[in-house]
């Protein structure tokens, strides 16, 4: 039996993790699809990543599947994805469930207070 720190150690080995920094400069030259995987009361209370598609993270698996009607479009299997939410370890855990699921590039991007200490764009939710 798995523990929830297990399944963090695994998701944390098996996707990238990038420095703020260069997820806002690959923002902002339009690179890469981005999501948030918070909760909605969390974006409504900090705003999120300019442009970012808001997905929770307990929706990612049929957001992703393409054969259901839940599937969410800007999901795509080879386009570079990046995850944020509160301190990186949803973001972790959803890119994780992609890469499972067949996406090839699934980065986490860490929290949403690191993308603003980096001045990164955002936007209310």
Aim: hydrophobic share 40%; with cysteine; glycine share 12%.
């Amino acid at each position: 039996m798995k523990t929830a720190m297990q399944y963090l150690e695994e998701a944390n080995a098996a996707v990238i993790r990038i420095p703020s920094k260069a997820a806002v400069a690959i923002h902002k030259k339009g690179g890469g699809i981005f999501i948030d995987v918070r909760d909605s009361a969390d974006i409504a209370k900090r705003g999120t990543v300019a442009g970012a598609f808001r997905i929770p993270r307990g929706f990612i698996k049929f957001a992703a599947d393409f054969s259901l009607r839940y599937h969410n479009e800007p999901l795509k299997k080879n386009e570079d994805t990046y995850f944020v939410c509160g301190l990186g370890g949803q973001a972790a855990l959803a890119g994780y469930t992609l890469k499972e699921m067949g996406f090839k590039s699934v980065t986490n991007i860490g929290g949403f207070n690191y993308w603003k200490e980096a001045d990164g764009p955002t936007e209310k939710a």
